[in-house]
Protein backbone atom coordinates (compact mmCIF):
# COMPACT_ATOMS: atom_id res chain seq x y z
CA UNK A 1 0.00 0.00 0.00
CA UNK A 2 1.32 3.32 -0.80
CA UNK A 3 0.73 7.37 0.11
CA UNK A 4 1.06 9.23 -2.79
CA UNK A 5 3.60 10.47 -4.99
CA UNK A 6 5.29 13.55 -3.10
CA UNK A 7 6.44 13.28 1.05
CA UNK A 8 6.53 16.23 3.14
CA UNK A 9 10.52 17.18 4.22
CA UNK A 10 10.84 19.70 6.83
CA UNK A 11 9.18 22.98 6.82
CA UNK A 12 10.27 26.25 5.05
CA UNK A 13 9.41 29.44 6.28
CA UNK A 14 8.32 32.69 3.83
CA UNK A 15 8.09 35.88 3.93
CA UNK A 16 4.15 36.11 5.92
CA UNK A 17 5.79 33.52 8.85
CA UNK A 18 3.92 30.91 7.67
CA UNK A 19 4.89 27.04 7.46
CA UNK A 20 4.59 25.60 4.39
CA UNK A 21 6.25 22.00 3.59
CA UNK A 22 9.15 21.53 0.97
CA UNK A 23 7.93 18.51 -1.44
CA UNK A 24 10.26 16.03 -2.46
CA UNK A 25 9.25 13.27 -5.29
CA UNK A 26 9.33 10.43 -4.74
CA UNK A 27 6.34 7.65 -2.52
CA UNK A 28 5.82 5.76 0.70
CA UNK A 29 4.34 2.68 1.11
CA UNK A 30 3.72 0.25 3.78
CA UNK A 31 4.11 -3.21 3.76
CA UNK A 32 0.83 -5.19 4.14
CA UNK A 33 2.60 -6.50 7.74
CA UNK A 34 3.32 -3.40 8.76
CA UNK A 35 -0.52 -2.05 8.20
CA UNK A 36 -1.81 -5.46 10.01
CA UNK A 37 0.26 -4.55 12.90
CA UNK A 38 -0.68 -0.39 12.84
CA UNK A 39 -4.56 -1.40 12.24
CA UNK A 40 -4.86 -4.12 15.10
CA UNK A 41 -2.56 -1.49 17.62
CA UNK A 42 -5.63 0.80 16.58
CA UNK A 43 -8.14 -1.96 17.57
CA UNK A 44 -6.49 -2.52 20.39
CA UNK A 45 -6.51 1.26 21.61
CA UNK A 46 -10.17 1.72 20.34
CA UNK A 47 -11.86 -1.26 21.96
CA UNK A 48 -9.64 -0.95 25.29
CA UNK A 49 -8.00 -4.24 25.25
CA UNK A 50 -4.32 -5.95 24.71
CA UNK A 51 -2.65 -5.91 21.75
CA UNK A 52 -2.04 -9.72 21.98
CA UNK A 53 -5.83 -10.33 22.11
CA UNK A 54 -6.48 -8.43 18.84
CA UNK A 55 -6.27 -10.18 15.20
CA UNK A 56 -6.52 -7.88 12.00
CA UNK A 57 -6.43 -8.19 8.34
CA UNK A 58 -6.01 -5.87 6.15
CA UNK A 59 -7.12 -6.12 2.34
CA UNK A 60 -7.34 -4.36 -0.95
CA UNK A 61 -10.66 -3.38 -1.84
CA UNK A 62 -10.77 -1.32 -5.63
CA UNK A 63 -8.09 0.66 -4.20
CA UNK A 64 -9.72 1.16 -0.55
CA UNK A 65 -9.21 -0.95 2.28
CA UNK A 66 -11.51 -3.43 4.02
CA UNK A 67 -10.26 -4.49 7.23
CA UNK A 68 -11.33 -7.33 9.25
CA UNK A 69 -11.27 -7.52 13.17
CA UNK A 70 -11.54 -10.44 15.54
CA UNK A 71 -11.34 -8.51 19.43
CA UNK A 72 -12.86 -9.31 22.46
CA UNK A 73 -15.38 -7.43 23.99
CA UNK A 74 -14.05 -5.07 27.13
CA UNK A 75 -15.79 -5.69 30.43
CA UNK A 76 -14.13 -2.81 33.03
CA UNK A 77 -14.91 0.79 33.75
CA UNK A 78 -13.24 2.31 31.04
CA UNK A 79 -15.56 0.69 28.15
CA UNK A 80 -18.41 2.77 29.71
CA UNK A 81 -17.04 5.44 27.53
CA UNK A 82 -19.18 4.01 24.91
CA UNK A 83 -22.21 3.38 26.63
CA UNK A 84 -25.09 1.51 24.99
CA UNK A 85 -25.67 -1.92 23.86
CA UNK A 86 -22.59 -4.23 22.68
CA UNK A 87 -23.73 -3.37 18.89
CA UNK A 88 -24.12 0.52 19.65
CA UNK A 89 -20.22 0.16 21.35
CA UNK A 90 -19.09 -2.22 18.17
CA UNK A 91 -20.25 0.40 16.28
CA UNK A 92 -18.91 3.81 17.41
CA UNK A 93 -15.51 1.60 17.69
CA UNK A 94 -15.72 0.28 13.72
CA UNK A 95 -15.89 4.45 12.89
CA UNK A 96 -13.18 5.19 15.37
CA UNK A 97 -11.02 2.65 13.81
CA UNK A 98 -11.64 3.40 10.01
CA UNK A 99 -11.41 7.06 11.21
CA UNK A 100 -7.61 6.36 12.69
CA UNK A 101 -6.36 4.44 9.95
CA UNK A 102 -7.24 7.31 7.60
CA UNK A 103 -5.66 9.57 9.73
CA UNK A 104 -2.51 7.54 9.95
CA UNK A 105 -2.19 5.74 7.15
CA UNK A 106 -3.85 7.93 4.48
CA UNK A 107 -5.64 4.75 3.26
CA UNK A 108 -9.25 5.31 2.62
CA UNK A 109 -11.26 2.62 4.66
CA UNK A 110 -14.36 0.96 2.71
CA UNK A 111 -15.29 -1.35 5.44
CA UNK A 112 -14.40 -2.72 8.69
CA UNK A 113 -16.01 -5.83 10.01
CA UNK A 114 -15.37 -6.82 13.24
CA UNK A 115 -16.05 -10.39 15.30
CA UNK A 116 -15.94 -10.10 18.98
CA UNK A 117 -14.35 -13.07 20.31
CA UNK A 118 -14.88 -13.63 23.57
CA UNK A 119 -14.68 -10.91 27.21
CA UNK A 120 -11.90 -9.50 28.18
CA UNK A 121 -12.38 -8.38 31.95
CA UNK A 122 -9.29 -6.35 33.13
CA UNK A 123 -9.40 -7.85 36.70
CA UNK A 124 -8.32 -11.52 36.49
CA UNK A 125 -10.49 -12.33 39.52
CA UNK A 126 -13.79 -11.68 38.06
CA UNK A 127 -12.84 -13.33 34.64
CA UNK A 128 -15.43 -15.59 33.55
CA UNK A 129 -18.59 -14.18 35.99
CA UNK A 130 -20.79 -11.96 34.55
CA UNK A 131 -22.17 -9.11 37.02
Given at each position: ?S???L?????????????????????T????GT???????????????????????????????????????A????????????????????????????????S????V???L?G?????????????
Open positions: MAGTGVEGFAQDSAAQSHPRMRAGYSISAMNRLVAAIAADVFNVPLTEVRAGVHDQSGQVSVSLAVPLLHPAAEVFGGTVFERTASGRQRVANSIEELAGTVSRDVRTIHESDPRNAGRVQ
